[in-house]
Nanobody, 122 residues
Framework: QVHLVESGGGSVQAGGSLRLSCAAS?????MGWFRQAPGKEREGVAT????????YYADSVKGRFTISQDNAKNTVYLQMNSLKPEDTAMYYC??????????????????WGQGTQVTVSS
């Protein structure tokens, strides 16, 4: 089993930046960041293929968010710049362990962190 722990959430003003971290306790095939605002569906934000470093982003965050990894620390990061009020949500780190299609669909991930709140004020 893989244990995921997110950190780095908080409250910032529009246009500000925040960096989220996700520490994994074991090997993952790929990892991703998801977010869910009250009353809305969970949506994929960004994903990274752990062994290679290839990335993919949702259109809504392209050019503003960057996902990266530190293999030595077994940690994935989400750098969020130019934050907007619509980015406000609970952000979740997720991982896929075992073979599977690489995507931003939540159903492809089998481990989840507890979530960290990001609030962007106007």
């Amino acid at each position: 089993q893989v244990h995921l722990v997110e950190s780095g959430g908080g409250s910032v003003q529009a246009g500000g930046s925040l960096r989220l971290s996700c520490a994994a306790s074991g090997y993952t095939n790929y990892m991703g960041w998801f977010r869910q605002a009250p009353g809305k569906e969970r949506e994929g934000v960004a994903t990274i293929y752990s062994g290679i470093g290839s990335t993919y982003y949702a259109d809504s965050v392209k050019g503003r968010f960057t996902i990266s990894q530190d293999n030595a620390k077994n940690t994935v990061y989400l750098q969020m710049n130019s934050l907007k009020p619509e980015d406000t949500a609970m952000y979740y780190c997720a991982a896929r362990v075992g073979g599977g299609i690489w995507s931003l669909l939540a159903s492809n991930y089998n481990y989840w962190g507890q979530g960290t709140q990001v609030t962007v004020s106007s």
